[in-house]
């Protein structure tokens, strides 16, 4: 539980540090926090003055990603397992892609 705590306050700090150092707002600021940790991603992305078809595609490429965050929690998991986390990440990249391409 600490790691996956751990995880999210880390990440959600580092994308409140970035977005407050560059000035970037809106849709970029909603995606760079989904791409960093999901869940305060897809809430900035469900604020955002932009049409719903447009939410619905940002919301499954930063779900269908989920964030660098997850990936940190799944690379502490797998780690006592010596296991490759690069099958794993290019596969929710691919997610995210494919998500893209339904919609």
Do not use: N
């Not at 447009?54 to 690379?75: C, N, P, R, Y």
Request: charged share 10%.
């Amino acid at each position: 539980i600490l790691t996956v705590c751990g995880a999210v306050l880390f990440f959600s700090v580092i994308s409140r540090l970035f977005l407050d150092i560059l000035p970037v707002g809106g849709v970029t600021s909603a995606l760079v926090s989904g791409l960093l940790e999901f869940v305060t991603g897809t809430v900035k992305i469900s604020g955002l003055t932009i049409p719903i078809m447009d939410k619905l595609v940002f919301t499954s490429v930063v779900v269908g990603f989920a964030g660098l965050s997850v990936h940190a929690q799944v690379m502490a998991v797998i780690a006592r397992f010596h296991l490759s986390l690069a099958p794993y990440i290019i596969g929710k990249a691919m997610h995210g892609i494919i998500y893209v391409h339904i919609l």
